[in-house]
């Protein structure tokens, strides 16, 4: 049932990382590893876990209940329409002048 949630969770929280690293480095002269050594700490985290949480939709919550709890489950019509996060953190990645693949962020969200 979980599974579902933590692995979209899990991409969720890996975009909006990659977002705020972007985001910092962009708009500084620091390099990567100034943001993740001076620039990223727990108040930092638990705000990501937090936007994170937010993007968990109901949709998604939903479909891992209906396993288990299918009587208070809200009927589903339609679905939603919605850019993979793995695309989104790829370009993010590329932004940031990283190589990375939508293969390199599968293995980073399994982790």
Not at 25 to 38: I, P
Request: hydrophobic share 40%; net charge negative; aromatic share 10%.
């Amino acid at each position: 049932m979980d599974q579902q949630v933590i692995s979209n969770f899990k991409k969720l929280f890996t975009k909006h990382l990659f977002k705020r690293c972007f985001e910092v480095t962009e708009n500084t002269n620091l390099t990567l590893r100034e943001f993740w050594k001076n620039h990223y700490n727990i108040v930092i985290c638990l705000k990501l876990i937090d936007i994170a949480w937010q993007g968990v939709t109901k949709s998604t919550l939903n479909s891992a209940w209906r396993k288990l709890w299918p009587d208070v489950v809200l009927k589903q019509e339609g679905f939603e329409e919605f850019k993979p996060i793995e695309e989104e953190i790829v370009s993010i990645g590329r932004s940031m002048v990283l190589e990375v693949d939508e293969a390199d962020v599968a293995d980073l969200i399994e982790k």
